[in-house]
């Protein structure tokens, strides 16, 4: 592992950046190796073809198998889902799950990220942001060096660099005299689906011949093949055939212009809306407005009314599904369902036609409003972390809902993007979540709590980026609007971010004054999650001041708000501020204690910024008891983790003095070789391994590679070498040069003084053995 391993701050639905493989894939041999080379040769390549012929998922599968190439990652940015092109940047840093907590610029932190990374990132759908599309390639190409882009688009992207490869369709079958040819690719596909739908489904001497005309007459679109496979379920592969020639003979005498492929797909979902019931095409049409995906909720709270009843939208679900129309996905917080973008758009096209949009719309806009509005009422209890896990899968859906406020009118907006300020917090849409605010509080004037609202909440976002100058003018305004119109809510929110900047500019008995203030208005008010905060931030300004009695008191007062309410993320970070104080006061044990309890927390909600905090309290708990090796490697997750999130983890004054204190402590501890190398193993752990050490349980694999003289990228072409790989085998695995591989073996041997590649893959089992992994390829 590399530095790199923390670029995905804990992707949860792409563990390795990429979405695992549902269906098999089947043929596309020729096409993988071609892109694979051309991917070799050329670091951006654009996978161009019609919708529907499977540019996706040859992109997927090469990204797959190039992903062992790549220190970086292999990662999927999904474009289908992105209605507005400038928020594109934004997109990229969600999908390469970047937490970054600076106000850099979403391409200045895209190209910092990816400087020194080999990356692989797979931009899918760029046909309706090509422009933007190309601008961010052209950008991140000429800034990175080890990047490559894979895309898929219905066009080239028209950048300098780019490689085209047309996706064909899958192929027919060979042409053999005398005996029945084996199987085309096409029809193997056909027989896989519609073993889904009919499970004693198989290809036969009698089918098969009837099956490749299916797939001739579907001109071999994957997409058209698994749409026509579904109508098994009703018909036999005979009167399949039947009701294709029946439907494309209609379609061509219609639009004899048309491109054949297109003119084929367009029959297959035609079809595939005929079929459906009056109230089907219904909802198909008005689920085409989600963005992202849906639930249950969703489809009914937007789609119900007008011709459908809520307690119809069930049934029309489960008979969308049936009809391949909606694909349904289990996901952690449920299931799940979304349409193809090529369905999508067709629903679109109905739902104008239908005259509906602009009201469909507002629905949709509404009920992620209310959604958001309901997120911000359960910030602080038992649903809290269920909400936020919620939010996320959303994200699309809240991101265009935002679009459709602001187009109507910008206070809308922000009052939405206020609501989701924990949402922003807690995500790698930081960023955004300010863009947002900044946006709407640009287009409004006048005197509204909901504007002195989007300003406190600006301000906060400001300075977890660091940027207290702009936080503090931003605060100014919204005190000036509360005290104009006698806002509570918004003057206890002012001082306590005013007390938080006057803390990190050293200041801090001011800042228990604003503390004390924030905290009298929050109790005021009724806002536990305020008054918690408060007390939170007094804790630590009484342990600066050394008086620790108040700092414990203030704390242990926060903890038992937060049991009464059943809260647990306001009360993690309480844990972190009284496991400082603890440490300081000499008594380790109980910092542990409350640094991993809350570490184990932040880390299942996926909040690095959290997370960073409990790792800076324990490494100084390992040099206060002088596990001084144990220090070094918990400063070294911390350096990658804090360069990932762009900004530092705690960055309080007296804080960072006791980081620089423990830095320079442990240094002269080890020596500056052994500290070095103590801080590399620990940047070198990948993330699951990272929280393992910090909470002292059983490291996978830490020990491998510990005293290897070989670097990174050797010991993964020693593994390769154990698997049997040639060097030319290997150089296509890695995207390298076969002579870049075989410098690469030849350094292998020389650093282990061996003489041949059955040595090295004797050396490679021994070191998995004495680490308890599983030996490469079984050997």
């Known amino acids: 592992m590399t530095n790199a391993t923390w670029r995905a701050l804990a992707a949860r639905t792409y563990p390795d950046g990429l979405p695992a493989e549902t269906t098999s894939f089947i043929g596309r041999r020729h096409e993988v190796a071609t892109v694979k080379r051309l991917l070799a040769d050329s670091r951006m390549v654009t996978l161009t073809g019609p919708g529907g012929v499977g540019k996706t998922r040859l992109a997927l599968r090469v990204a797959a198998d190039l992903r062992r ?3 970086g990652g292999a990662w999927l940015v999904e474009l289908g889902e992105l209605d507005n092109p400038s928020l594109l940047p934004q997109a990229m840093v969600a999908a390469l799950r970047i937490q970054d907590h600076s106000a850099r610029s979403p391409i200045q932190v895209l190209t910092d990220h990816l400087r020194e990374k080999r990356t692989l990132v797979l931009l899918d759908n760029c046909e309706h942001v090509r422009n933007e599309s190309a601008m961010m390639a052209q950008t991140l190409l000429s800034s990175a060096a080890e990047l490559r882009i894979l895309a898929t688009s219905r066009q080239l992207l028209g950048i300098a660099s780019e490689q085209a490869f047309a996706v064909p369709t899958l192929s027919g079958p060979e042409p053999r005299h005398g005996a029945q040819s084996p199987a085309s690719d096409a029809a193997r596909l056909f027989a896989e689906r519609a073993a889904a739908v009919v499970p004693d489904f198989t290809l036969t001497k009698e089918n098969q011949d009837v099956v490749e005309q299916i797939c001739c007459r579907l001109d071999g679109l994957p997409l058209g093949i698994e749409l026509a496979a579904v109508r098994l379920r009703a018909l036999s592969v005979h009167q399949l055939l039947d009701r294709l020639d029946d439907r494309f003979r209609l379609l061509t005498a219609r639009s004899s212009a048309t491109v054949p492929r297109h003119r084929t797909l367009r029959a297959l979902i035609d079809w595939s809306h005929d079929l459906c019931s009056e109230h089907e095409r219904l909802l198909w049409a008005r689920v085409s407005v989600f963005t992202g995906s849906l639930d249950l909720e969703a489809a009914e709270a937007v789609c119900a009314g007008d011709g459908i009843a809520r307690n119809e939208i069930v049934g029309l679900v489960v008979g969308l599904t049936e009809k391949s129309v909606l694909i349904k996905e ?11 973008d090529t369905i999508r758009q067709y629903g679109r096209e109905r739902l104008m036609a239908s005259g509906e949009e602009r009201q469909l719309k507002r629905r949709y806009r509404d009920y992620y409003r209310r959604l958001a509005r309901e997120a911000r009422a359960q910030l602080f209890g038992p649903a809290q972390v269920n909400m936020l ?13 935002l679009e459709y406020c602001h187009a109507e009118h910008a206070g809308l907006c922000i009052d939405m993007a206020s609501d989701l300020l924990y949402h922003w917090i807690s995500t790698s849409h930081l960023g955004e979540g300010r863009d947002w605010l900044e946006r709407g509080l640009a287009d409004t004037a006048g005197l509204s709590e909901i504007r002195a609202r989007a300003l406190w909440a600006c301000a906060r976002i400001a300075i977890i980026q660091g940027d207290r100058a702009s936080a503090a003018e931003l605060l100014a305004e919204s005190r000036a609007l509360g005290e104009r119109l006698g806002l509570e809510p918004v003057l206890g929110y002012v001082a306590q971010y005013s007390g938080m900047i006057a803390m990190e500019e050293g200041h801090t008995a001011p800042a228990i004054n604003c503390f004390q203030e924030a905290l009298a208005r929050h109790r005021a008010t009724g806002d536990p999650a305020g008054e918690v905060q408060a007390l939170d931030w007094l804790s630590l300004a009484h342990s600066v001041l050394g008086d620790s009695g108040r700092a414990v008191a203030a704390a242990e007062e926060a903890i038992a708000v937060c049991d009464a309410h059943g809260e647990s993320w306001h009360k993690s970070y309480t844990m972190t501020a009284l496991g400082i104080e603890f440490w300081r006061q000499g008594d380790t044990r109980r910092a542990t204690t409350l640094e ?52 530092p983890l705690l960055g309080i004054g007296h804080l960072i003095r006791y980081h620089d204190e423990c830095e320079a402590r442990t240094r002269r501890a080890l020596g500056e070789k052994d500290f070095e190398a103590a801080v590399e193993r620990g940047a070198r752990l990948s993330l699951d391994q990272a929280v393992a050490y910090a909470l002292m349980e059983e490291v996978p694999s830490r020990e491998t590679g510990r005293h290897s003289p070989l670097t990174g990228r050797e010991t993964e072409i020693a593994h390769l070498i154990a698997q049997g790989m040639s060097n030319k085998e290997i150089a296509s695995t890695l995207v390298i040069a076969q002579r870049t591989a075989e410098a690469h073996t030849q350094a292998i041997l020389r650093k282990l003084g061996f003489h041949s590649r059955a040595q090295i893959a004797g050396w490679v089992v021994e070191q998995a053995r004495l680490s308890g992994e599983e030996p490469p390829g079984g050997a």
């Open 389 to 401: 896990k919620r939010l996320r899968v959303e994200h699309p859906n809240l991101r265009t809902a």
């Open 596 to 647: 991993q309890r809350s570490l184990r927390f932040f880390h299942e909600l996926d909040d690095w910024a959290g997370a960073g905090g409990n790792l800076e309290v324990l490494a100084w708990v390992a040099a206060s008891e002088r596990e001084f090796t144990r220090a070094g490697e918990l400063l070294g997750i911390l350096r990658t983790l804090s360069e990932s999130i762009g900004v």
């Open 330 to 340: 289990e996901q952690p917080g449920g299931v799940r369902y979304r349409l193809l």
């Open 69 to 71: 190439g790549f220190p």
